[in-house]
């Protein structure tokens, strides 16, 4: 029992560094390319491109959390914790959302994991909420500028 917890602990650990760079480097890229049309919120068509950005930011981070769940589900499916690929994805999505509706679970053996990636999941989603906000806020702030000049 004791090899098949470190095991999953092992696992969960490089799973919980692979995302958490994963994200960082996807929110490095989002800042990046938001900084590149910075100088066009400047611009006549500001609000357009103040939606432009959102929506990106958006889905740039619903591609990084997507990323990041079906790397689990490669990894339960690997792992052949559940018979399909399918299953490995639906389990993986539910849990890293912590919506967790329990109609289908991990053998004994790699229930851990999945509490690891609930985990994980709470505080990527947590992260891209405060970036997000983050990218909202600093929209709202030139918006106050460009009214005050």
Known sequence: MGSVLFTQLGLGT????????THLLGLSGLI????LHTQ??????ARFNQAAILVGAAFGLFALHTLEIWGYAALYWVLKAVPTFEEALY???VTYATIGFG??????TWRILGAIEGV???ILLGWSTAFFV???SQIRALEH???AR
């Open 14 to 21: 490089v799973t919980v560094a692979v995302t958490v760079l």
């Open 91 to 93: 389990f993986s999505t």
């Open 32 to 35: 990046a390319l938001m900084r």
């Open 40 to 45: 066009r919120l400047m611009t006549a068509q």
């Open 120 to 122: 994980n999941g709470v």
């Open 134 to 136: 983050s990218v909202v």
């Open 103 to 108: 109609d289908l679970i991990l053998p004994r």
């Open 145 to 147: 500028d460009w009214v």
